[in-house]
């Protein structure tokens, strides 16, 4: 577990941009039967989070279709949170950073950390606006 005063600011990032924070398989529960699209990122204190992922979450959100519903977990902080909703992107293993779009609950698609490590935030950017493009 990392300290929240380390985490808070990463956390930030996207609650201030409209992202709920899950702290519970309650909470992933509850988001996940809602209807409409919701987008669910796997945050993480690695630098591909922090120069590659936030940012493209929130770039992604500049486009004219965006998820009904942002949510976000943190990996090594809510852990019952993050597996809950790991669990539910199955058949993908569990990699943070990650994102994932579901609609009415089902997975439609799905970003793994080997699609965001090394990868420029507009890219990552583009790459969910067409999957909201498609699906919200």
Do not use: Y
């Given at each position: 577990m990392y300290p929240p005063e380390l985490v808070k600011p990463m956390q930030q990032e996207l609650t201030a941009v409209g992202?709920?924070?899950?702290?519970?398989?309650?909470?992933?529960?509850?988001?996940?039967?809602?209807?409409g699209t919701?987008?669910?990122?796997?945050?993480?204190?690695?630098?591909?989070?922090?120069?590659?992922?936030?940012?493209?979450?929130?770039?992604?959100?500049?486009?004219?279709?965006?998820?009904?519903?942002?949510?976000?977990?943190?990996?090594?902080?809510?852990?019952e949170a993050t597996d809950e909703a790991r669990a539910k992107m199955v058949p993908f293993p569990p990699s943070s950073p990650s994102m994932a779009l579901f609609k009415n609950g089902e997975l439609v698609h799905m970003l793994e950390r080997h699609h965001i490590?090394?990868?420029?935030?507009?890219?990552?950017?583009?790459?969910l606006m067409d999957a909201y493009n498609e699906h919200c």
């Open positions: 992202f709920d924070e899950l702290k519970s398989k309650a909470d992933v529960d509850v988001a996940l039967a809602k209807e919701t987008l669910v990122v796997v945050n993480s204190v690695c630098g591909c989070a922090a120069a590659n992922a936030r940012p493209g979450a929130i770039k992604s959100l500049q486009n004219a279709k965006t998820p009904t519903n942002l949510v976000t977990v943190f990996a090594g902080v809510d852990k490590e090394g990868r420029p935030a507009e890219m990552i950017a583009d790459n």
